[in-house]
C-alpha cells in the first residue's frame, strides 16, 4: 500500500491583536504568522479497511475524534466518499498547548498528503476551505510563509503575504504550563485591546528590517498573561539580557520566543535557559524561520 512521509512545522505569531469579541464567545482577531524549523513527523500509509488508526509517540494526546488530523481525514473521506481508510503515526515533537499550532499543524500536513496519497487533485482554494473547516490555524499552515490574517469578522479567513524575515535565529522557551483557550480569552480586559493595529510591525517585515520587527513584536494577550505568569515576564527578560533584538509571547501562550541576529549570543542564551530553568521543566529550542 502507498505510503507518504511529511512534516509539520510550528508556527509562531510576530504580532497578535484582539480586535473585538463576537457572538458566541467567539473573537475578531489580526495577526501574523511564521513557521519555524520545529517539526512533528507523519508517516501516513493507505489500508484498505474504511478505519482511521492513529498512533502517537506522545501516549497523552488523543488518538480520536478529538485529534484534529482524525477530524481531517473524516472530513476528507466525507467530502469525497474515499472508502480506503489510513494509518497515520505522527511522531511529536512540538509542545502540545503552547500556542505553537502543532495539531494545526500536522491537520494540515494530514490534508496535503491525502490530496497526493489519494490523487484528490484539489486546489488550493479548495484545501483552504477544507482546512478552515478544522480550525482558523490550519489554513495558514496551507499557505505558509508569513502572513497576515484577520479571523472572524466579515474580513475573516484572508491571508496577507508578506517578504521572508531577514536571516535570524530564534529561541524558544516552552513551559509546562499550558492555557486553554477559552481561559485565555475570559480573561482579556477589552477595555485595552486593539491599541496595536501591527502597523509598525507589517512596515518593518514589508522593508525586511529586522530591528524594527523585534521592536515591534505584539501579542495583547500579554497584557494579562505578564501579570498571572511572572515567569515569562522573568523569561522575556533575559532573553534581551543574553542580546536578543526583542522578545513575545506567541498566540494564547505560554510559549516565548526571542529573535537574534547572531548566532553565537543566541547559542549561548539557549546553553543559559538550558541550564538554569532544567528543574522547572522549561523546553528550550533554537530555531530559524522555516519556508516550505
Known amino acids: 500500500m502507498k505510503i507518504i512521509k511529511t ?3 510550528a508556527k509562531i505569531n510576530l504580532g497578535l491583536s484582539i480586535l473585538r469579541k463576537l457572538p458566541h464567545q467567539y473573537h475578531e482577531v ?3 504568522y511564521a513557521q519555524i524549523s520545529l517539526f512533528d513527523f507523519l508517516e501516513i500509509q493507505e489500508i484498505k479497511e474504511n478505519k482511521i488508526i492513529i498512533t502517537c509517540s506522545d ?3 488523543p488518538t480520536n ?3 484534529l488530523i482524525y477530524q481531517m481525514v473524516g472530513l476528507i473521506k466525507e467530502q469525497t466518499g474515499i472508502k480506503q481508510g489510513v494509518n497515520i503515526k505522527l511522531i511529536k515533537n512540538i509542545p502540545v498547548g503552547a500556542g505553537l499550532g502543532g495539531g494545526s499543524s500536522d491537520a494540515a500536513a494530514t490534508l496535503k498528503a491525502l490530496n497526493q496519497l489519494w490523487q484528490l487533485d484539489l486546489s488550493a482554494n479548495n484545501l483552504i476551505q477544507l482546512a478552515k473547516k478544522i480550525g482558523a490555524d490550519v489554513a495558514y499552515h496551507l499557505v505558509d510563509g508569513i502572513q497576515l490574517e484577520i479571523q472572524g469578522g466579515r474580513q475573516g479567513g484572508r491571508f496577507t503575504a508578506f517578504p521572508r524575515l531577514p536571516d535570524c535565529y530564534i529561541l524558544l522557551c516552552v513551559p509546562k504550563i499550558t492555557i486553554q483557550s477559552r481561559k485565555a ?4 480586559d477589552y477595555d485595552k485591546i486593539s491599541q ?3 502597523d509598525l510591525l507589517r512596515e518593518g517585515i514589508s522593508k525586511r528590517n529586522l530591528q524594527r520587527i523585534a521592536a515591534n513584536l505584539h501579542n495583547d494577550f500579554e497584557l494579562w498573561v505578564l501579570k498571572k505568569y511572572p515567569m515569562i515576564k522573568k523569561i522575556k527578560k533575559i532573553m534581551v539580557k543574553q542580546g536578543a533584538l526583542g522578545s513575545l509571547m506567541s498566540g494564547k501562550g505560554l510559549s516565548t520566543f526571542a529573535i537574534f541576529d547572531n548566532l553565537r549570543k543566541a547559542e549561548s542564551a539557549c546553553n543559559y535557559f538550558q541550564n538554569k530553568f532544567q528543574q522547572q521543566s522549561l523546553k528550550v529550542f533554537l530555531v ?3 519556508y516550505d
Open 196 to 198: 496595536n493595529h501591527l
Open 7 to 9: 512534516r509539520a512545522p
Open 288 to 290: 530559524k524561520p522555516f
Open 65 to 67: 475524534e478529538k485529534n
Open 185 to 188: 480569552y475570559a480573561q482579556v
Open 59 to 61: 501516549k497523552n494526546i
Open 30 to 32: 489580526k495577526t501574523i
